[in-house]
């Protein structure tokens, strides 16, 4: 009999699940592609379906103890899904709500995606003997959590930790939130695709990118060129982690944490991003502060870093609350 | 027999102290003048008599539970003061140690001023039911404290809330810490002023204040001439308010809070610095916060908030370390 939470990992595209026993090994990871199904609810019948297989296929026995959830515009308050661009489910999602009618013996919690990275670099990762820490996911747009004293930074509502939306310029580039000039607009892979093309119309330089069009081009085309000395996909590594680092001087001013991870597809160009906003942090950053915050990679490897942070997220939930949640009792 | 804690406001000029009980009213508050004391061992011993000589000038017996201080640039896990501009002592003051050398037998708690008003608006203030919310005071510089789910954020070395020090504008205004375009080289007493001569130098309308010099010129002439009608005065008034309001909006995207208070000198002005930073913090604040953040003026009316907010830091602090604290045990 092995202990073990379920960790989802929900995405615009594919949602990851598995089973995580308490010392973050996954045991089985799976996926099903959450785009094709335009109805939460068979969604949900579907991924508890795939769970319980998922179960069934081992040889040895799960005591499952718990589901944690990380999801983009996640509300661990509310366990709901509110109003996530990249999802088809449209409005307020009771996520946690409906799941439990398929687990009703088991806790349930939900998260954001950037709260559920946070924990897995507490509890598996690289901040493990960190109590304050950032935790920056750069995807298709910046994601964010902030740890203070050993916790998440949850907020009035559930719905801190949007550095994304701090403005880097007035009346500057449009937003999907619908203001201007938010930092995601400059810093992510969407942002980085808008500052490239930025460059090609300011300057002369030949570059492989001119023969690429907006829709075309991907972060990691950029970041394919930048390796093969493209300068102009350079100038946007440059320009994306200036930006980046100055932000990040104002959230250490802020809350003086000891680390600031930066995790996500366009963390992996590594020094191409890492170096620039390091020198810019420095640069501007309050002086007490300067040279006393790290900026770090994730150290969770590998594909399943996502459905071990959900996981660690019930494997934390399910120890403060072990005396709510007696076995039987949901509520 | 009356309990009191001992409640300490060390500011550039002045250093109030009283006698605070648990209910929040100051039993008497005297002052000294801080910046006769070019020493800083001649300040302590002569504060450390004041105080004795406050509590024996009673005429019913005090029981003393503690001491709290207030300071520019206070570290509360050191006890220290550091580097604080406007004071005399330069370098690092270890004040909780040499204090406790007059009072053996009690705790004494230090934290900055920013810090010591979010308690004191806690304790006793406008924030008493409130789990998150955001102080800021406008005086020389811009101080903040940030409160997360009901306790203070100190972050990794005891120097977070350093708000005054996020960035405006790159190659902005030379500011005290060496950095440039810092937020309180803008909205800050001297930042309105700093705004103010810039306004006089790009605009022709006729203003008192065109006969005033840099040195002469206070934020409390500003606002005497904005309330005259003075257009130069009051556009000095919207421009700060502005800018203050696009960094809360930045504030309220991290860490989602109830409300934000305001205080200080620059806090008097009332609408004149209340309703633009409204207007900014709304038309720039992330769509899912609009409307859901009160900003709103000290509930701690009076001379002595600061010395009450010194005064509640003990009462939490002792509170919380009645246990580590037997009397006749100090460490």
Redesign the interface.
């Known amino acids: 009999m092995i202990d073990a939470v379920v960790g989802i990992d929900i995405g615009g595209t594919f949602t990851k699940y598995g089973l995580v026993d308490k010392k973050g090994q996954c045991l089985r990871v799976n996926l099903i592609k959450t785009d094709q199904f335009v109805d939460f609810n068979e969604f949900s019948e579907h991924l508890h379906k795939e769970i319980q297989g998922q179960c069934d296929s081992l040889s040895e026995e799960i005591n499952i103890k718990g589901i944690g959830v990380g999801a983009p515009n996640g509300n661990y308050y509310r366990g709901t899904i509110?109003?996530a661009p990249n999802l088809k489910w449209k409005g307020i999602v009771p996520f946690v709500e409906k799941f439990k009618k398929y687990f009703p013996d088991l806790p349930v919690v939900l998260t954001n995606d950037a709260n559920a990275a946070a924990i897995g670099e507490m509890v598996y990762g690289g901040a493990k003997n960190m109590?304050?820490f950032v935790v920056i996911t750069l995807g298709t747009g910046l994601g964010?959590a902030?740890v203070?004293?050993g916790?998440l930074?949850?907020?009035?509502?559930?719905?801190?930790?949007?550095?994304g939306?701090?403005?880097v310029e007035?009346n500057g580039r449009i937003c999907t939130?619908?203001?201007k000039g938010?930092l995601e607009t400059y810093v992510s892979a969407t942002g980085i695709k808008r500052t490239l093309f930025n460059i090609l119309c300011t300057r002369f330089e030949k570059s492989d990118l001119r023969n690429v069009s907006f829709s075309e081009l991907t972060s990691e085309m950029i970041y394919e060129a930048a390796t093969k000395g493209d300068a102009i996909a350079r100038e946007a590594f440059e320009i994306t982690g200036e930006i980046l680092g100055?932000k990040l001087?104002?959230?250490v001013?802020?809350?003086?944490?000891?680390a600031i991870f930066i995790l996500g597809g366009l963390a992996k160009a590594g020094e191409f991003i890492f170096k620039p906003t390091q020198l810019s942090m420095e640069k501007?950053i309050?002086?007490?502060?300067r040279g006393?915050v790290k900026i770090l990679p994730s150290q969770l490897k590998g594909e399943n870093a996502a459905v071990l942070g959900a996981g660690a997220l019930a494997w934390k939930e399910w120890n403060i609350q072990s005396k709510r949640y007696a076995p039987g009792q949901t509520s």
């Open positions: 509110e109003h109590k304050n964010s902030f203070v004293d916790n930074v949850y907020g009035q509502d559930g719905f801190a930790g949007e550095l939306h701090v403005n007035q939130c619908g203001n938010c100055v001087s104002d959230v001013a802020i809350t003086n944490p000891e501007n309050f002086p007490v502060f006393t």
